[in-house]
């Protein structure tokens, strides 16, 4: 995902870590679906059958989100001048969901669907109060010192600290 080209298999074997005949045959069963194409041989690259996998949560979105969330975030980015940002949680990223672009011609641009670690920036921290106890031990555990926008370096303890503050308060 991360490559926006192609890459070569034997670049999947090494980041994957896998024997190559096991790329070879998830590879095979990937394309088979759709999900990845060949674009010259030995390097593959996602796959247009992926739109598809989307199109049920982009329902869900229109559906159930869309409604209850567009009039406040309009209204924020119209008032505060701002882009406004829908985040939610995908795994241990966090995904943006939604945008309300600033009326201001100099604005944060952000691509509904990109995830972001949840420790990445705002858009992801916002999430770290409320996650269940166990995802964020697994959020927790990728290092043991965090640095902050600030260029702070805040610990694990310091920052379990501040997120237990925010959840008292009921806000970030």
């Given at each position: 995902?991360?490559?926006?080209?192609?890459?070569?298999t034997?670049?999947?074997?090494?980041?994957?870590?896998?024997?190559?005949a096991?790329?070879?045959?998830?590879?095979?069963?990937?394309?088979?679906?759709?999900?990845?194409?060949?674009?010259?041989?030995?390097?593959?690259?996602?796959?247009?059958?992926?739109?598809?996998?989307?199109?049920?949560?982009?329902?869900?979105?229109?559906?159930?989100i869309?409604?209850?969330?567009?009039?406040?975030?309009?209204?924020?980015?119209?008032?505060?001048?701002?882009?406004?940002?829908?985040?939610?949680?995908?795994?241990?990223?966090?995904?943006?969901?939604?945008?309300?672009?600033s009326?201001?011609?100099?604005?944060?641009?952000?691509?509904?669907?990109?995830?972001?670690?949840?420790?990445?920036?705002?858009?992801?921290?916002v999430?770290?109060?409320?996650?269940?106890?166990?995802?964020?031990?697994?959020?927790?555990?990728?290092?043991?010192?965090?640095?902050?926008?600030?260029?702070?370096?805040?610990?694990?303890?310091?920052?379990?600290?501040?997120?237990?503050?925010?959840?008292?308060?009921?806000?970030?």
């Amino acid at each position: 995902r991360e490559e926006a080209g192609a890459v070569s298999t034997a670049e999947l074997v090494s980041a994957l870590k896998l024997p190559q005949a096991n790329v070879y045959r998830l590879l095979q069963t990937l394309e088979n679906a759709g999900l990845v194409d060949r674009d010259s041989p030995g390097r593959v690259r996602l796959g247009f059958g992926l739109l598809d996998l989307g199109t049920p949560v982009n329902s869900r979105i229109e559906e159930e989100i869309a409604p209850v969330s567009q009039a406040v975030m309009r209204s924020l980015s119209r008032e505060l001048k701002q882009t406004s940002l829908l985040t939610m949680r995908a795994g241990l990223s966090a995904v943006c969901v939604q945008t309300v672009e600033s009326p201001s011609p100099l604005r944060l641009s952000f691509t509904p669907g990109r995830l972001v670690p949840l420790l990445g920036g705002a858009s992801g921290r916002v999430l770290l109060p409320w996650l269940p106890a166990r995802t964020l031990r697994h959020v927790l555990a990728q290092r043991s010192t965090w640095q902050l926008s600030t260029c702070l370096e805040v610990t694990i303890e310091e920052l379990l600290a501040s997120l237990l503050e925010v959840r008292k308060a009921g806000y970030l």
